[in-house]
């Protein structure tokens, strides 16, 4: 028979120290301290819920050396937690990996705090009724499979088995980089009660047949792709119910993102718009996309110019022009290129095809991978 009831609470990828590199200095100085407001607010949390344990999944740091002063409100924070009782239990991640200067090798954590070390699965059994396995990322190999084969020892004892990985997750060929592979056949192997993932920066459920798994995400917004809500997950262990997986919302500075199709809107709409949406706790991201045949248009709607008319209204603000001006697709087009080949293809194809916004984004694509741009 199980112990009783356990409560966790999972988090991961906080990047304290995260660059913000595109935010006015100032800004980007009052974002990190956010960063620590939101460890503080994942504390009151854990206390909140009188969570057994804190997970955290990789990523706590931005990187593996962050200064004093960021380790001591971190370090700071885990005290509170201490004088409730509550464990800290992390894995180094990519971005915070073990090495000869890692904090994790030389920082003073209070003895609350248990961090796996070794890069093959370790155990800790410092919570009565659970048993926590665990092991950092490691880049030495970074594609090995460490679920791979992994059952769980009911035989051993009654205690409730966690794993906390840090990697990528193999359920759904997405094109992500393939290292620390977690694969959702593994994870339905494996027999643990939760499998606790750490890596991805938005909440994602991972579960596999009877065997519940989720990235929790990061609580903050790191930038532009993490407008979903910021979550936490409460992970309720028991013996007769199972466990369950509750995502709590944490609360993080707004994000919002604008598009704006070139052609569908004038100059002047597109400020009135903008300035209708002036606040100075938002960070705002304009996107200006689409394929015109006017350069003079695609001039006209200048990222360079918006942002420096309409940055003081924001606490951030981003201005991404996307557009393509197309080549006079009239013309003969030279058969010895590859981009003579591409336009006249993408030119029947405009012809033919009933999906012309399909062909469009491809002829944008083609035609920036073509003067050298990323895609």
Not at 130 to 142: E, M, S, V
Request: hydrophobic residues 40%; glycine residues 8%; proline residues 6%.
């Amino acid at each position: 028979m199980l112990q009783g009831r356990i409560t966790l609470l999972h988090t991961s990828d906080l990047h304290i120290e995260w660059l913000f590199e595109r935010y006015p200095t100032q800004m980007r100085q009052k974002r990190r301290r956010e960063i620590l407001g939101v460890w503080d607010r994942l504390a009151d949390l854990a206390v909140e819920r009188q969570v057994a344990a804190a997970l955290v999944t990789g990523d706590l740091f931005h990187s593996p050396t962050p200064s004093l002063g960021s380790l001591a409100a971190v370090v700071s924070t885990m005290r509170r937690l201490e004088e409730h009782g509550i464990k800290v239990v992390i894995i180094p991640g990519n971005h915070d990996p073990l090495g000869a200067n890692s904090v994790f090798q030389w920082g003073d954590f209070p003895r609350n705090v248990y961090i796996f070390l070794e890069p093959e699965l370790g155990t800790y059994d410092g919570i009565e009724g659970l048993t926590i396995h665990g092991a950092p990322y490691y880049a030495a190999d970074k594609t090995r499979r460490l679920l791979q084969g992994f059952q769980v020892n009911r035989a051993l004892g009654n205690n409730f088995q966690v794993a906390m990985l840090h990697g990528t997750f193999k359920g759904v060929p997405v094109g992500d980089e393939d290292y620390s592979p977690i694969y959702p056949e593994d994870i339905a192997e494996s027999g643990f009660d939760y499998v606790a993932l750490g890596h991805y920066h938005d909440y994602r459920d991972c579960s596999s047949q009877t065997v519940k798994s989720a990235y929790p995400g990061s609580p903050v917004r790191l930038g532009f792709g993490n407008l979903a809500p910021r979550r936490a997950l409460i992970v309720t262990l028991d013996p007769l119910e199972g466990t369950s997986i509750e995502p709590v919302e944490i609360a993080d500075r707004r994000y919002e993102v604008v598009e704006q199709e070139i052609g569908q809107l004038s100059l002047v709409d597109l400020y009135e718009k903008i300035r209708r949406m002036a606040d100075p706790e938002l960070c705002l991201k304009v996107l200006i996309e689409g394929i015109t045949a006017d350069p003079d248009l695609a001039r006209g709607f200048s990222a360079g110019e918006i942002s420096g008319q309409f940055a003081p209204l924001f606490f951030h603000l981003e201005v991404e022009d996307r557009t393509t001006v197309l080549p006079d697709l009239s013309d003969n087009l030279d058969q010895t290129t590859v981009k003579g080949i591409f336009l006249q293809k993408c030119r029947k194809m405009l012809e033919e095809s009933p999906e012309r916004r399909v062909v469009e984004e491809a002829l944008r694509l083609g035609l920036r991978a073509l003067r050298g741009g990323s895609l």
